[in-house]
């Protein structure tokens, strides 16, 4: 049994992820199915389709210079801080997504105001992993922060999964011009219960050990983004290539999405028949992660994220070629495969791994920097992927998962050149000399964290 502390850190954890990552996916959805129609000039498709996933990867530009300002606030004001922070920019941006005007009302100021409001999201989204993940771990105890950290991505996956659900009744059951008109609104206003409900949650939870010591010790950095680059900048490196891993969300719910559903590419998927392919695929992946979390507590970090990542990319070709000959139940069981089961062997594991790389002083700035950095390259993707495989071209599923391929071999190669830290104390990481705890008295003590008899360490 875990502390009453680790599990309400654990709880807070997941729920502000799920809220805050259904405004953000929510964004997603909308930017594939819906947005090349209501905010971008009508008579090209391709341009529109091209623009409006351009203004869903305007979002991830937007996260490197959030985890700059919200890295800073987590290191020197702390977790919980920057938490509550992040959770009120993201509900206000996404509320007024909701309410902005059409192309047809403003013109060219319906993009624009879209795109400013996608950068506020970007912003505020880039403190929500590094300092959740960062408050699981502090909390957890030795030998349990594989599988406690795990329900930071458990989380951000339910979240996916409310805003892809959330569309379905919409789509499903509106007739098609009143959707277009003014039904798709309805989940970014409902937005306002993550202001509400974020705020009850996290606003319980204490401050993590780890941070407190910190503080008592006044060993509190005045520039903590400048010392991870200093300390740890080869770690940041490897975090930033990690994140590329990125790519196959973007594969699977993006580009998969404007593929099977754009009317220029011709493949006719009905809208509300896709939107379950998210919606299966994150229900599978809630279930495996903290498998795979607690898998990593086991056999390290490295492997599963490794072999996920190799995997992942492998399964792309399947699962776009599923795509490409119109098959639904293909394509969904792919989805499930490369989505659901075998990328949790990433996504599961480096809410543990990342912020095991860095001390407790610059944790969150290393972390959030480093990863926000390769997941903003990876967000662009779905432009590329359009811009080199547009509507009408030959060999689609080949040249867009042979670019997904490469980059998961990228990251599995970055994964496995960084040093294990299962078995390092929560004090020695991030010191270029830990010295991991002998495999005998490692298992001892993950045996008394299970049992409840130990504490973070």
Same mark, same amino acid.
């Given at each position: 049994m875990a502390s009453a502390q680790t599990k309400k850190a654990a709880a807070s954890g997941w729920i502000g992820s799920a809220l805050e990552y259904y405004d953000f996916f929510i964004y997603a959805t909308a930017a594939s199915l819906i947005f090349p129609q209501i905010f971008f000039p009508p008579g090209n498709p391709r341009t529109a389709i091209i623009a409006s996933l351009a203004t869903y990867g305007v979002g991830y530009v937007a996260r490197p210079i959030g985890a700059f300002v919200l890295g800073h606030l987590g290191d020197t004001h702390g977790r919980k801080k920057v938490l509550l922070t992040c959770m009120f920019l993201m509900g206000f941006s996404t509320i007024g997504v909701g309410l902005l005007p059409t192309y047809d009302s403003v013109g060219l100021m319906a993009p624009l105001l879209l795109v400013i409001l996608r950068l506020v999201q970007g912003f505020a989204v880039a403190g929500e992993i590094s300092g959740a993940s960062s408050m699981i771990?502090?909390?957890?105890?030795?030998?349990?922060?594989?599988?406690?950290?795990?329900?930071?991505?458990?989380?951000?996956?339910?979240?996916?999964?409310l805003a892809a659900a959330v569309f379905l009744p919409l789509a499903h059951f509106m007739e098609k011009d009143a959707f277009m008109a003014w039904g798709w609104r309805i989940p970014f206003i409902l937005s306002f219960v993550v202001i509400i409900a974020g705020w009850i949650i996290r606003r319980e939870v204490e401050e993590t050990p780890a941070f407190t010591d910190e503080s008592s010790q006044q060993a509190v950095p005045r520039a903590p983004v400048v010392q991870a680059f200093?300390?740890?900048?080869?770690?940041?490196?490897r975090v930033a290539?990690?994140? +590329?891993?990125?790519?196959?969300? =973007?594969?699977?719910?993006?580009? *998969? /999405?404007?593929?099977?559903?754009?009317?220029?590419?011709? #493949?006719?998927?009905?809208?509300?028949?896709?939107?379950?392919?998210?919606?299966?695929?994150?229900?599978?992946a809630v279930l495996v992660i903290p498998y795979v979390g607690n898998l990593s507590d086991r056999i390290g970090r490295r492997l599963p994220m490794a072999v996920g990542s190799v995997l992942a990319g492998l399964l792309s070709f399947g699962y776009l070629y599923a795509i490409s000959i119109h098959n639904v139940p293909l394509a969904f069981a792919l989805s499930l495969l490369m989505w659901g089961?075998?990328?949790?062997?990433?996504?599961?594991?480096?809410?543990?791994?990342?912020?095991?790389?860095?001390?407790?002083?610059?944790?969150?700035?290393?972390?959030?920097?480093?990863?926000?950095?390769?997941?903003?390259?990876?967000? +662009?993707?779905?432009?590329?992927? =359009?811009?080199?495989?547009?509507? *009408? /071209?030959?060999?689609?599923?080949?040249?867009?998962?042979? #670019?997904?391929?490469?980059?998961?071999?990228?990251?599995?190669?970055?994964?496995?050149?960084?040093?294990?830290?299962?078995?390092?104390?929560?004090?020695?990481?991030?010191?270029?000399?830990?010295r991991p705890v002998e495999k005998g008295d490692y298992e001892r003590l993950r045996e008394q964290a299970i049992a409840g008899t130990a504490v973070a360490a």
């Open positions: 771990l502090e909390h957890a105890p030795f030998g349990r922060r594989g599988f406690f950290a795990s329900f930071t991505l458990q989380g951000v996956q339910a979240g996916q999964i200093r300390e740890n900048w080869r770690d940041m490196v290539l990690c994140s +590329l891993m990125n790519v196959i969300p =973007v594969v699977a719910t993006i580009f *998969g /999405a404007a593929y099977a559903v754009q009317p220029g590419y011709g #493949i006719g998927f009905e809208k509300d028949v896709y939107l379950w392919i998210p919606v299966v695929g994150n229900v599978v089961v075998v990328y949790q062997g990433y996504n599961a594991v480096f809410p543990s791994f990342y912020p095991e790389m860095f001390p407790t002083r610059t944790r969150v700035s290393g972390m959030a920097i480093s990863q926000n950095i390769g997941t903003a390259i990876s967000a +662009l993707l779905p432009a590329l992927f =359009v811009a080199v495989a547009p509507p *009408g /071209a030959q060999n689609i599923p080949l040249i867009v998962g042979s #670019i997904t391929l490469a980059i998961t071999i990228v990251a599995a190669i970055s994964a496995w050149s960084a040093r294990e830290t299962y078995r390092v104390r929560m004090a020695d990481l991030g010191k270029k000399d830990a």
